[in-house]
């Protein structure tokens, strides 16, 4: 099993839709959780972290599932410019040398390969 | 947006050349990554630094080094390019460790031909 997998897509869905999507990991003792976005040719940029009782910004909700070891992204009322490729991102999975341990979280940040989102008119 | 910069944002070189990537920050933040981009990979670890001179390997370190001579400088060196090494490169940058926030520069896409 990988350590983080995401179904890459295509989701296409219409203006106004809700669309979710899954991230599963490995590794049970994975501590942090992010979503990153990251459109077309760009850099990828924090669209939200994951909390143990879940978080909510406007039109996004994330959740976390430790038992079966998976995040999900909800997006509800789809707007075109929501158009973008979302990165799960996980820490704790293969862990680096102790410097990049220094003072707190253990292991390395790991991006899954994304899921791509198509919000049509 | 954070002050990150990456030069050059494109190049095209040939196989054997050396090629030095430049990430600058303005932000002052003391944990500075490399990584790389390439489709059906993701996102891969090259190299960090936690702090000047201080740096180490990441997932996908051979065939690259890096220096950082100054908290505002990353830099990325292919010491003689392969094709392989044809991706796009990101720097990023992040106030504490890896469980806080990392801003990314705009990329370097690099051919390698």
């Known amino acids: 099993r990988k350590e983080v997998e995401q179904d890459p897509g295509p989701f296409n869905v219409p203006e106004g839709a809700t669309v979710a999507f899954n991230c599963t990991y490995s590794n049970s003792a994975s501590q942090s959780f992010f979503w990153y976005r990251q459109d077309c040719r760009k850099e990828p940029k924090l669209l939200m972290s994951?909390?143990?009782s879940g978080n909510e910004d406007g039109r996004f909700t994330a959740q976390l599932n430790r038992a079966s070891q998976y995040i999900s992204l909800l997006i509800r009322d789809s707007k075109l410019s929501d158009s973008a490729t979302y990165l799960c991102?996980?820490?704790?999975?293969?862990?680096?040398?102790?410097?990049?341990?220094?003072?707190?979280?253990?292991?390395?940040?790991?991006f899954g390969k994304g899921t791509k989102l198509s919000v049509k008119p | 947006d954070a002050g990150i910069t990456q030069s050059p944002r494109h190049k095209v070189t040939e196989t054997g050349t050396p090629v030095t990537l430049r990430c600058h920050q303005t932000e002052n933040h003391r944990y500075m990554y490399w990584y790389r981009q390439d489709p059906g990979h993701g996102l891969r670890l090259i190299h960090y630094s936690y702090g000047v001179k201080d740096t180490d390997k990441g997932e996908v370190s051979d065939g690259y080094s890096v220096s950082r001579s100054k908290t505002e400088d990353f830099l990325l060196t292919l010491e003689s390019a392969t094709s392989s090494q044809t991706s796009v490169y990101f720097c990023?940058?992040?106030?504490?460790?890896?469980?806080?926030?990392?801003?990314f520069g705009p990329g370097t896409r690099l051919t390698v031909l």
């Open positions: 991102v996980v820490i704790g999975g293969m862990s680096l040398p102790p410097k990049l341990n220094y003072g707190g979280s253990q292991g390395n940040l790991i």
């Open positions: 994951v909390y143990s």
């Open positions: 990023a940058i992040s106030a504490r460790q890896v469980d806080n926030e990392q801003f």
